[in-house]
């Protein structure tokens, strides 16, 4: 069947998880009781990918919400999805070194076991505070040394309006750690997503957020829950949108926020710069860019329009390879959508915000005792953008003309 475990780490993988696992539920007519309220899905092998099923017939997330502090238990009837202590963590360190680790090590050992085929975890986090980074670094640590041949992905929250000395310190140590233990990391900046829900006149709320988070999650791994063509495992995902072990940050974008629009609209709207959920530039060369469409389209409809907005929008390389597919179930809260994942040359940690960037290398430049861990860090990172540097100059870009055989 080929499992996946999600892991919720922090206040904000918590309530990343809640709204998640709300829209999952609707998707697959599960209640608040894990009981499937018709009986389509039964026979269905897929919805057992994020759900185990005890013979009461009641579905549980194959999930785990951790905090060090207290949780809102959303699935009031499964208590054993968590762990969480008595007071928070405020820095990296003190999340790091939490004393619940042995639960979580228990609760994930006996998760797995329950898979028959475990392909993975996805682990869902803010790297900006001290549990989201401290915690779940340590989680993904352990997962690394323990499932290593599992794959390990990552959706990491990180909040640009928090740019206070602490927060950079807990994002530089959460990303060194990345770095080293995720096979893939969707890095998405709260600041776009509050413009987002601005712009479509909708109050910037912390649900509000994790709303559009939660419909990228979905469509993201609809293939894997539903029978689909693109994304079907956590490991195809690392495959067409990793270009190399270090280079773990693709881009994302989504469309659209509103009830239906055309597919004319909704292409031309997941292209465009406000709708990507962790970048502020649209300079990067392309190496390749996979469209998930969902709802009732039209393929060769969608392939002449999204050739003709490409070749207008984007920079490519001489290797860059565009493909879309169609998975044909309706969003839940809206009938028609698409999202796209870019393998691009940009690095999206840096170009998320490059005053925040600058700050941390003001701090690492200015700073005079550093501990060996924060060093290290930093030194990890600068090393990450010669790397996405080197590998631009090594691609050659494609000639917009080319993309007529598309």
Same mark, same amino acid.
């Given at each position: 069947?080929?499992?996946?475990?999600?892991?919720?780490?922090?206040q904000?993988?918590?309530?990343?998880?809640?709204?998640?696992?709300?829209?999952?539920?609707?998707?697959?007519?599960?209640?608040?009781?894990?009981?499937?309220?018709?009986?389509?899905?039964?026979?269905?092998?897929?919805?057992?990918?994020?759900?185990?099923?005890s013979?009461?017939h009641?579905?549980?997330?194959? +999930?785990?919400?951790? *905090?060090?502090? @207290?949780?809102? !238990? &959303?699935?009031?009837?499964?208590?054993?999805?968590?762990?969480?202590? %008595?007071?928070p963590?405020?820095?990296?360190?003190?999340g790091?070194?939490?004393?619940?680790?042995?639960?979580?090590?228990?609760?994930?050992?006996?998760?797995?076991?329950?898979c028959?085929?475990?392909?993975?975890f996805?682990?869902?986090?803010?790297?900006?505070?001290?549990?989201?980074?401290?915690?779940?670094?340590?989680i993904?640590?352990?997962?690394?040394?323990?499932?290593?041949d599992?794959?390990?992905?990552?959706?990491?929250?990180?909040?640009?309006?928090d740019?206070?000395?602490?927060?950079?310190?807990?994002?530089?140590?959460?990303?060194h750690?990345?770095?080293?233990?995720?096979?893939?990391?969707?890095?998405?900046?709260? +600041?776009?997503?509050? *413009?987002?829900? @601005?712009?479509? !006149? &909708?109050?910037?709320?912390?649900?509000?957020?994790?709303?559009?988070? %939660?419909?990228?999650?979905?469509?993201l791994?609809?293939s894997?829950?539903?029978?689909?063509?693109m994304f079907?495992?956590l490991?195809?995902i690392?495959?067409?949108?990793?270009p190399?072990p270090?280079?773990?940050?693709?881009s994302l974008?989504?469309?659209?926020?509103t009830?239906?629009?055309?597919?004319q609209?909704?292409?031309?709207?997941?292209?465009?710069?406000?709708?990507i959920?962790?970048?502020?530039q649209?300079?990067?060369?392309?190496?390749?860019?996979?469209?998930?469409?969902r709802?009732d389209?039209?393929?060769?409809?969608?392939?002449?329009?999204?050739?003709?907005?490409?070749?207008?929008?984007?920079?490519?390389?001489?290797?860059?390879?565009?493909?879309?597919g169609?998975?044909?179930?309706?969003a839940?809260?809206?009938?028609?959508?698409?999202?796209?994942?870019?393998k691009?040359?940009?690095?999206?940690?840096?170009?998320?915000?490059?005053?925040?960037?600058?700050k941390?290398?003001?701090?690492?430049?200015?700073?005079?005792?550093?501990?060996?861990n924060?060093?290290?860090?930093?030194?990890d990172?600068k090393?990450?953008?010669?790397d996405y540097?080197?590998?631009?100059?090594?691609?050659?870009?494609?000639?917009?003309?080319?993309m007529?055989?598309?």
């Amino acid at each position: 069947m080929n499992e996946v475990i999600n892991v919720h780490v922090g206040q904000a993988g918590n309530q990343i998880g809640e709204t998640c696992w709300e829209l999952f539920n609707l998707e697959h007519n599960i209640n608040n009781e894990g009981l499937v309220c018709n009986g389509e899905n039964n026979q269905d092998n897929h919805i057992r990918t994020f759900y185990s099923e005890s013979q009461s017939h009641k579905f549980t997330p194959r +999930a785990l919400f951790v *905090d060090k502090d @207290a949780i809102n !238990n &959303t699935f009031s009837f499964v208590r054993q999805l968590y762990i969480n202590g %008595s007071q928070p963590a405020r820095t990296f360190e003190v999340g790091h070194e939490s004393k619940i680790m042995e639960q979580v090590v228990e609760s994930v050992r006996k998760q797995a076991e329950d898979c028959q085929s475990l392909q993975g975890f996805m682990i869902y986090r803010s790297i900006s505070g001290g549990t989201g980074s401290g915690l779940g670094s340590a989680i993904l640590e352990y997962l690394s040394d323990q499932f290593g041949d599992k794959s390990k992905i990552e959706i990491a929250v990180r909040d640009l309006l928090d740019d206070g000395e602490q927060a950079i310190d807990n994002t530089v140590l959460a990303a060194h750690s990345m770095l080293q233990h995720s096979d893939c990391s969707f890095m998405i900046n709260n +600041a776009y997503l509050r *413009d987002i829900c @601005a712009s479509i !006149n &909708t109050q910037p709320s912390f649900y509000n957020i994790n709303t559009i988070i %939660s419909q990228m999650v979905s469509s993201l791994t609809l293939s894997m829950r539903i029978d689909g063509y693109m994304f079907t495992s956590l490991s195809n995902i690392i495959e067409l949108l990793v270009p190399s072990p270090r280079l773990i940050f693709p881009s994302l974008s989504i469309s659209p926020f509103t009830p239906f629009q055309s597919p004319q609209q909704i292409t031309d709207l997941v292209l465009e710069q406000a709708n990507i959920l962790n970048s502020t530039q649209n300079t990067a060369k392309l190496v390749s860019a996979y469209f998930m469409y969902r709802g009732d389209f039209i393929p060769k409809e969608i392939g002449q329009k999204l050739c003709l907005k490409i070749k207008q929008t984007v920079r490519f390389t001489e290797q860059c390879s565009i493909k879309f597919g169609i998975n044909y179930q309706n969003a839940a809260n809206v009938s028609k959508s698409v999202i796209m994942a870019e393998k691009s040359l940009l690095l999206a940690y840096n170009s998320t915000d490059f005053k925040f960037w600058n700050k941390i290398i003001d701090k690492y430049e200015g700073k005079q005792n550093w501990n060996d861990n924060e060093t290290e860090a930093l030194t990890d990172l600068k090393e990450l953008e010669k790397d996405y540097t080197e590998m631009e100059n090594d691609v050659e870009p494609a000639n917009q003309d080319d993309m007529n055989d598309f």
